[in-house]
């Protein structure tokens, strides 16, 4: 009875892997544990082993192939055994021409050149004609090292992706002799240097060459800490959520007066320092437990709606964007919710935030309105699917009978995720939420 | 709507305007003077012209030395300068002929800039996608008293001269200085050079500078170290090294002690063009502040050499075309057509050492090639000196004075560029017998 040989699952997230090249063909003895092959997802390399010892009777997809995982990708036994029950049903055509065992790396890159060419009519290599721009991640990393400017080299991956081979395979610069030994001590090797024709000489060895195309100082900032974590969050959130914005007003009257009135009371009162923002901060939080829809994550294959309100809101500090959340926003007052916004802002700006409150939030606020902003697109802090963006305060000109009185609005803006929710629940709440700050100081008498 | 306007048709300008015209670029070119600007029309060709003649004068006078009698010989300046404006003539009407055949527009007329894409001519406002500067330069004349007589010349002036003079003072030993000091005092003028400096060429390699000036004894007398105060009717005053007063009678005296970018007149401050005193401000793009408004040459004072002008024309061109290219200033060779003639290409032993290399030098006289023997006699001058960074064993710079100096000097140009190493540049073969395999063979110095 033939083993099969299983193309192995990488971790969850990993549905496929690339073949990079096989290190055995058909016919070859194979030591159980012995690699049959090296192939990549988009982290990192491994090498398939064999399952058990035996003869290879099949190699069911050549390189360059992109296989499921558990798939079966070849299959070992004893010589003459019929294999063909092991056989996937889409299996490439016949590999004629998967060459011999490699017995070391330089033998390994040219061999693996002649395959690519080989099973260009496979229906697994879908290669492009020119550079697509996908490359993976390995692939990206050897480039660096290797100075190759990685948007020219024509990927040999399914869909044109570039792979590491070829990577390996492509061209660099051309290298100075001078440059050749400071780069094989060590230091990055640019995409382009200062010479000739693009040529890397010895100082461009490790040296930023980017800045010199612009004119004038500049400054450069690493990445990391804080900014690393909104870029890849930001990115992250704009390349994995179909992201609408809905833009409205509100009448602002209520609010402004019931301000005016809190900073009017007496000191004792203790409700001095609620301000605009707290003031929408509650409303959100009374409001979302009519519209699940968008108290909610979106996790691809399900959407987790929340009984309670875990509010997040926008503070900006001397080190970049942070958004605390205030826990069981639908169970606190006005005055708790302000307290609480109070502290969590403080302590961010301090930067002595407790990291827990900065995540678990289910909807979250952001509030321009201060700047003067007058209606934006807010990113969502994925994977919640709804973001509250509030706007300045302006007069608008409304009609009231034959005349036209200005009154001051509030903007609001909301983006949520159309992957989750649909346009009109999104305006629904939005009209809600109008109506609540046009009648606000009725809706908190009338709170629970 | 043209694609480039260039303001100058010097080597800079009608270069990049052949070049781009060739890619198929509509360019307009602006020349307020002749086609060729000061490189064709007064400077490097028609000095090459004269030192040419002077050269044949020299030689048909050392001619028995080498076998050959000749009668009596003698300089005609007539037929010279005639010959010189031949030449003029002839390589202007070659670049009015090339721009016709790369469809570029020329007009004739002073250019105003009137900000980015918009350049007057004759009263007439044309507009472009690019502008580029290549105004040049011109001498610069210092406020010596004295210095606006008729006698006193700068090196335009002075390519007009109708009868050799008896003697002449060249004030500033730089290129200019030196090569019409060799040019007349081949012809048996009586020259003095006064530089400020305390040595001649300040891009020459020292101790070579002092071996050429040794060449030159009898011929021409180097006043070093001194500062002219005043020229006195035909008395040119100075202060020497030691603080004592001194005067030079001389029938003509050469102003050379710089040149300076033309920046005046054409806008460029109601522009609100980047300028400072050296020039227009570029990056290694050729790019000014105003957007696709690029400068090149001399205007930008990064180099006053026709190559350099060039070369940064192909920069600006390549760049506006969406081509990365960078002018880089490490390798750019120069040349002075004296006699012995002076090259160089790179870092010499000092600069080297000031940009802080283990700096290891090697020289060889020129005297070392069968044919350079051959030719310039067992007295004649020249060496090669070759500087290069011994933790990596890379090629800094060559430099050298003697006969054919002026056309092996490229070559160096390339080593550089490639940034060869000594090791690398032994495996080149150069050919034999030539003055260049001196370079060669002092690589095996190390």
């Known amino acids: 009875m033939a083993t099969e040989v299983l193309m192995p699952r990488q971790g969850q997230s990993v549905e496929s892997c690339i073949i990079i090249g096989w290190n055995v063909k058909e016919g070859d003895t194979v030591t159980e544990g012995q690699p049959l092959c090296e192939v990549e997802t988009d982290k990192a390399t491994f090498e398939v082993e064999a399952t058990a010892a035996g003869t290879v009777l099949g190699i069911f997809y050549p390189a360059d192939a992109d296989v499921d995982v558990l798939k079966v990708i070849a299959a070992i036994g004893e010589p003459g055994e019929d294999v063909s029950s092991l056989r996937p049903a889409d299996e490439a055509p016949e590999p004629q021409n998967i060459e011999q065992g490699i017995s070391n790396d330089e033998v390994k890159e040219e061999v693996v050149v002649e395959k690519t060419s080989a099973v260009q009519d496979s229906k697994f290599d879908i290669r492009d004609s020119g550079p697509t721009g996908k490359a993976s991640p390995r692939a990206k990393r050897l480039a660096e090292k290797k100075g190759v400017d990685i948007s020219q080299v024509v990927g040999s991956g399914p869909e044109g992706r570039v792979i590491e081979r070829d990577v390996s395979a492509a061209q660099a610069v051309p290298l100075s002799p001078a440059a050749q030994v400071k780069a094989a001590a060590g230091g990055a090797v640019p995409s382009i240097g200062t010479g000739i024709g693009g040529r890397v000489l010895a100082g461009d060895i490790g040296a930023e060459i980017t800045a010199l195309e612009f004119p004038g100082a500049v400054t450069e900032i690493p990445v990391k800490g804080i900014r690393k974590l909104i870029a890849g969050r930001m990115l992250d959130s704009l390349q994995n959520a179909a992201q609408v914005t809905l833009n409205s007003s509100a009448d602002a009257r209520s609010i402004m007066n019931y301000r005016k009135q809190c900073k009017a009371a007496p000191e004792e009162v203790g409700v001095g320092g609620i301000n605009l923002n707290d003031s929408v901060l509650y409303m959100v939080a009374q409001t979302l437990g009519e519209f699940p829809d968008l108290n909610a994550h979106w996790k691809g294959n399900k959407i987790v709606q929340f009984n309670e309100v875990h509010l997040g809101f926008a503070v900006d500090t001397p080190r970049g964007l942070m958004v605390p959340v205030i826990r069981h926003a639908n169970r606190l007052s006005l005055q708790q919710i302000s307290m609480e916004a109070k502290r969590l802002g403080l302590a961010c700006i301090d930067g002595t935030v407790d990291p827990d409150a900065l995540s678990g939030g289910t909807f979250t606020v952001t509030n321009m309105g201060a700047m003067g902003i007058e209606s934006f697109t807010p990113v969502l802090n994925t994977p919640e699917v709804g973001i509250l963006g509030v706007c300045a305060i302006q007069p608008k000109p409304v009609m009231s009978g034959d005349d036209v009185e200005f009154i001051p609005h509030m903007g609001l803006s909301i983006t949520f995720d159309h992957c989750a929710v649909d346009g009109a629940p999104a305006a629904r709440f939005l009209a809600r939420l109008r109506e609540k700050f046009a009648a606000f100081e009725f809706e908190l008498t009338l709170a629970r | ?446």
């Open chain 2, 1 to 446: 709507m043209y694609d480039i306007i260039i303001i100058g048709a010097g080597p800079g300008g009608y270069e990049m305007a052949e070049r781009a015209g060739h890619k198929g670029q509509n360019v307009l070119l602006i020349e307020k003077a002749h086609l060729g600007g000061v490189c064709l029309n007064w400077g490097c060709i028609p000095t090459k012209t004269l030192l040419n003649s002077a050269k044949h004068y020299v030689h048909a006078k050392e001619a028995p030395a080498f076998g050959v009698t000749t009668g009596e010989v003698s300089f005609d300046l007539k037929k010279v300068m005639a010959w010189k404006q031949e030449v003029i003539e002839t390589l202007r009407g070659g670049i009015a002929g090339m721009m016709k055949k790369s469809k570029v527009t020329v007009l004739t007329g002073e250019a105003k800039l009137l900000g980015s894409g918009k350049v007057e001519v004759n009263g007439e406002i044309h507009e472009g996608k690019n502008v580029v500067i290549a105004t040049g330069g011109s001498p610069f004349v210092p406020p010596i008293p004295g210095a606006d007589q008729d006698h006193v010349m700068t090196s335009k002036e002075i390519l007009s001269v109708e009868e050799l003079p008896q003697s002449l003072v060249v004030i500033g030993g730089g290129v200019i200085g030196i090569e019409f000091a060799s040019f007349f005092s081949s012809l048996g003028v009586k020259v003095d050079i006064i530089e400020m400096l305390e040595e001649i060429i300040p891009f020459m390699d020292r101790g070579q500078a002092k071996s050429f000036r040794a060449a030159l004894k009898g011929k021409v007398d180097f006043n070093l170290g001194c500062k002219v105060t005043a020229i006195d009717g035909h008395d040119v005053k100075y202060i020497d090294k030691k603080g004592e007063e001194k005067s030079i009678n001389a029938d003509l005296v050469l102003m050379s002690v710089g040149r300076s970018p033309n920046l005046a007149g054409m806008g460029f401050e109601e522009a609100r063009l980047d300028v400072d005193r050296s020039g227009i401000k570029t990056d290694d793009q050729m790019r000014t502040n105003l957007p696709n408004v690029y400068a090149i040459g001399d205007v930008t004072g990064k180099s006053q050499l026709a190559h350099s002008a060039t070369r940064m024309g192909e920069v600006a061109l390549n760049t506006l075309l969406g081509k990365p290219d960078r002018f880089r200033m490490n390798a750019i060779p120069w040349a002075v057509y004296s006699m012995p003639e002076i090259a160089g290409c790179g870092l010499t032993t000092d600069q080297a050492k000031e940009a802080g290399f283990n700096v290891e030098t090697a020289t060889l006289p020129l005297l070392m090639s069968g044919r350079f023997l051959a030719e310039n006699g067992k007295k004649g001058p020249g060496q090669v000196t070759v500087v290069k960074d011994a933790d990596t064993d890379v090629l800094l710079g060559v430099h050298m004075f003697g006969a054919y100096s002026s056309e092996i000097i490229w070559g160096v140009a390339a080593m550089i560029e490639a940034e060869l190493r000594i090791e690398d540049i032994k495996e080149i073969v150069f050919p034999h017998p030539t003055v260049g395999e001196v370079i060669r063979s002092t690589l095996f110095q190390f």
